[in-house]
């Protein structure tokens, strides 16, 4: 008489291991969509104006450069900071190489463990995975590559006057003494954009790969069927 717990162990072996394998081999298809998605999104992205001329994307001023930016554009006296912001998504524009190897980089190395529930979930849903395992680790390692391409672009450089006229603005200068001036504010202020430039820089990558993976998926044919053939049983 066949062992009971051996019979059910068999039984639950049978159930599991073929979903199992199937969420193991949609993992090259998930990997070959998302690259694909991230190639076409830095293309897009690193294009003259890919960011500046998208108003879904373009990266604003952050925090106190953006108050006084918005306050002093009405009076026509917003320039430096205006300057900083075209720099700003200069950089990140510029950036894009960089940033489409790190992202396919990860998507290489990343183990994909819930294949099937990918497969099966929204159209975004790789690239909500690719975002959920790699933003941390894709954010530390694109700003060196964004503080010098800041550097490069000018931006810091036009930091000296836009940070002026935001101390001037926000009177923030009185906390600090009558020794503060326009460079040592604009030092305050370097931290601040560039963090902010790769963090706005990869929800530009991060949203653009989700429209590529929307349309891979809603139309599998032409340069992505090899990609997804078998994969979505099309």
Do not use: C, W
């Not at 108050?67 to 950089?91: H, V, Y």
């Not at 009185?174 to 963090?195: H, I, K, M, Y």
């Not at 032409?222 to 979505?232: A, N, P, Q, S, Y």
Request: a positive charge; proline letters at 4%.
């Amino acid at each position: 008489m066949i062992d009971r717990r051996l019979f059910l162990t068999a039984t639950a072996a049978a159930l599991i291991l073929p979903a199992t394998a199937r969420a193991q081999g949609a993992a090259p298809g998930i990997r070959s969509m998302l690259v694909t998605a991230t190639r076409q999104a830095t293309r897009r992205l690193g294009q003259r104006d890919g960011f500046f001329g998208d108003s879904i994307v373009r990266i604003p001023l952050p925090g106190l450069l953006n108050t006084t930016q918005r306050r002093l554009q009405p009076l026509g006296l917003a320039g430096p900071l205006d300057d900083l912001e075209l720099r700003m998504n200069r950089a990140a524009e510029d950036v894009m190489p960089q940033a489409r190897d790190l992202v396919i980089n990860a998507i290489r190395s990343m183990s994909i463990s819930d294949g099937l529930d990918i497969l099966r979930g929204e159209d975004t849903a790789a690239t909500q995975y690719l975002r959920s395992r790699t933003q941390t680790s894709l954010t530390g390692l694109l700003r060196p590559p964004m503080e010098s391409t800041l550097a490069s672009s000018g931006a810091y450089g036009a930091l000296d006057s836009a940070a002026g006229l935001a101390d001037r603005q926000s009177g923030i200068g009185r906390l600090f003494g009558r020794g503060r001036n326009a460079r040592s504010t604009a030092q305050d202020f370097r931290g601040e954009v560039t963090d902010f430039a790769v963090e706005k820089s990869l929800d530009g990558v991060f949203h653009y790969v989700g429209e590529e993976e929307r349309g891979i998926r809603s139309n599998p044919a032409g340069r992505t069927r090899d990609i997804l053939r078998g994969l979505f049983g099309q």
